[in-house]
């Protein structure tokens, strides 16, 4: 599937910017597009209770694990701590990657349970861009924390019922999880800065131009129609090497013809909607 990437789009919001994609007609981007409009008005009061509950928990047991971390930590473990930390980090990365472009090429708003709440924020996406500068801390972060509550949980079960020696000997393993769930936690308010032209703080700007978390300018290249490449918004490490191979689209049309199902289709109908 031919693939448009441009690294040097142009720098201003994307709002103004054709859907002239194959297939994607000359429906504009922005806030005031007819679904745009109807896929911010399907945020509801018992989305925004998941996502309060899921980030107060989720920083809860961060911290909480942090802690045991700092009390169980060894010099001998620096080496297998830094790679720990590194394999983390490229997890999170290849897991926003894969779970942007599945939401992104697949499924439906219409799903039970899943669609509004979680399929609903990528199609609004791709219409309006710039919506997610827009939103708050909690519906930012809300859905990443819950991704990470499980295998969080289970680290604070394992700091409270293992030996010392247990710890001493998982201690890598738990550094590991533990810069997966950071990073995983943190992908969408990476993904939101990566959106931001104006106020950033200024390590996070440093952070963006050593690409330690997703660059601005890189990210525009998955933005550019009909958005079906880079899909990994973490740091971005892996979007060229996923993209050389054209692992995506192998994957697409793998799923393709398995299932029958056209991919992009939901995102299209989206795109067309005038009222």
């Known amino acids: 599937m031919a693939r448009m990437v441009n690294e040097n789009g142009c720098g201003q919001d994307l709002q103004s910017t054709e859907l002239n994609g194959a ?10 597009h007819a679904g745009a409009l109807e896929l911010a008005n399907l945020y509801s009061p018992g989305k925004r209770c998941q996502e309060w509950i899921s980030v107060v928990l ?12 700092l009390v169980n930590f060894h010099l001998g473990h620096m ?7 590194v394999a983390g980090i490229l997890t999170a990365d290849f897991a926003s990657g894969l779970v942007h472009w599945g939401a992104d090429t697949w499924g439906s708003v219409e799903l039970p ?10 199609r609004e996406h791709h219409i309006d861009p710039t919506a997610i500068t827009r939103h708050d801390f909690i519906e930012t972060n809300g859905d990443n924390c819950m991704l990470t509550l499980v295998p969080l949980a289970h680290m604070a079960f394992n700091f409270l019922t293992l030996s010392p020696a247990e ?7 738990h550094c590991y999880v533990m810069a997966l769930a950071i990073f995983v936690t943190l992908t969408n308010q990476i993904h939101k800065w990566s959106h931001t032209y104006f106020g950033l703080p200024g390590w996070v700007v440093f952070l963006q131009n050593c690409h330690i978390i997703l660059p601005r300018k890189h990210h525009r290249i998955h ?3 009909p958005h079906e490449t880079y899909f990994c918004i973490t740091t971005g490490w892996l979007n060229y090497p996923l993209e050389k191979p ?17 991919p992009w289709s939901d995102d299209l109908k989206w795109a067309h909607k005038t009222k």
Not at 167 to 173: A, E, L, T
Not at 246 to 262: N, P
Request: glycine share 10%.
């Open 79 to 85: 080496w297998y701590i830094l790679l720990g930390i």
């Open 58 to 69: 989720c920083f809860s047991l961060m911290a909480f694990n942090f802690c045991h971390l």
């Open 246 to 262: 054209g692992f995506w689209s192998r994957l697409e049309d793998l799923i393709q013809s398995v299932t029958g199902e056209k």
């Open 113 to 122: 349970i899943v669609g509004k709440a979680f399929i609903r924020p990528f």
């Open 223 to 225: 933005h550019v129609s």
């Open 23 to 32: 297939g994607r007609g000359t429906a504009r981007w922005g806030p005031q």
């Open 167 to 173: 710890h001493y000997h998982n201690y890598p393993w």
